[in-house]
């Protein structure tokens, strides 16, 4: 799907996705990344839903953002309760929201809050 981009230029915004991949200004990225307004984290560390881990998400506490989305890939997937509650505390500590969805519904919601003006992060596995 193709997204239109009414953001300023130099901002970080999805201009389409589909299997597989995410677009960002254009350029096609088929790995797991972060996307942040002002920059892109290629070596997050994380690939898979399945092996995503507490380190992984922790280091999503530490860019400043009052909400991050976790996009799980085609599908929406919840992370293992023990995975949620051992990163649980240090979300709450840095003041950041976690909104878990699939890829597709983080890159529309990452655009519209981009919009809005919020601090926001889209930490997306690409399956």
Same mark, same amino acid.
């Given at each position: ?52 881990? @507490? ?35 240090q979300l @709450? ?18 655009n519209i ?9 889209? @930490?997306?596995?690409?399956?």
């Amino acid at each position: 799907m193709k997204l239109h981009r009414a953001n300023p230029s130099g901002i970080n915004t999805f201009s389409g996705y589909g299997d597989g991949f995410v677009l960002v200004n254009g350029n096609r990225i088929e790995h797991s990344v972060v996307v942040l307004p002002e920059r892109i984290i290629d070596n997050w560390g994380a690939t898979t839903f399945d092996e995503l881990t @507490a380190t992984q998400l922790e280091v999503l506490t530490g860019l400043d953002r009052e909400v991050v989305l976790l996009g799980t890939g085609r599908l929406l997937r919840f992370p293992r309760p023990e995975l949620m509650r051992s990163i649980g505390p240090q979300l @709450a500590k840095a003041n950041v929201g976690l909104e878990i969805m699939d890829v597709q519904a983080a890159c529309r919601t990452y655009n519209i809050l981009i919009a809005e003006g919020r601090k926001v992060a889209a @930490a997306l596995l690409i399956d």
